[in-house]
């Protein structure tokens, strides 16, 4: 049973990284294809979209602990609070997609199969992962403090970069179109989610754990 655990869990890692590496370089090239900048000013910006950062951990993550699992970062990303952390930052990508962004375009042919992995297959994929394979022992409330850390500073980033740009990656953090008080309304509201969305995982986190001490 335990043989067969693992090799469900390899699987599930390979094919995690295998999808995860196309559908990023699959968008690289498509906004090289696409641009409306230069080349090095469209990889910046290509580097400055949420998802992409996101789902490329997602990637890391699961090429590491495919192919480098005794490594210490194998042994950083096999920790219980790193997993959840991850599993938040992709299911926040497969929200704000399909709740706000997916009616402001339609995408088509090759662009329309990326944003699918990249926004809705992924996501779910990874939480899959994560409900059935991902350690969830030994975490704790405070934690909720670090997993926020990442999606503050990416803000922020994007903020002081948008002032000098003028490019922001998505629309209701468009400083130029909505004004600084808008765009801080916004990111309150983003941080809510993320606060929220730490809840559930822990809560639920906690819950499995307890059902899997209370089976052994």
């Known amino acids: 049973m335990k043989e067969e655990r693992i090799k469900a869990k390899k699987i599930f890692l390979a094919i995690g990284a295998l999808t995860g590496w196309l559908a990023i370089l699959l968008q690289l090239y498509l ?11 469209t990889i910046i910006r290509f580097f400055s979209f949420y998802t992409i950062l996101t789902n490329i951990l997602v990637a890391v993550f699961f090429t590491v602990l495919l192919l480098k699992l005794n490594s210490l970062w194998g042994r950083f990303f096999s920790q219980p609070h790193i997993a959840t952390a991850i599993a938040l930052y992709i299911t926040i990508v497969g929200i704000v997609y399909n709740v706000i962004l997916r009616f402001l375009w339609q995408p088509q042919g090759l662009q329309w199969i990326v944003d699918e992995l990249l926004h809705t297959v992924i996501p779910l994929f990874f939480i899959f992962y994560w409900l059935i394979f991902a350690r969830k022992d030994g975490l704790q409330w ?30 209701f953090i468009n400083v130029t179109t909505l ?26 986190a906690k819950i499995i754990s307890r059902k899997q001490k209370a089976n052994t």
């Open 31 to 41: 906004i090289i294809l696409n641009r409306v900048a230069s080349v090095p000013e």
């Open 142 to 171: 405070k934690n909720i403090f670090y997993w926020l850390i990442y999606p503050f500073v990416y803000i922020i980033w994007i903020l002081i970069r948008g002032a000098f740009s003028g490019f922001y990656p998505y629309p």
């Open 179 to 204: 004004g600084y008080s808008k765009v801080l309304l916004n990111s309150l509201g983003l941080f809510c989610v993320f606060l929220l969305g730490s809840v559930l995982f822990m809560a639920t």
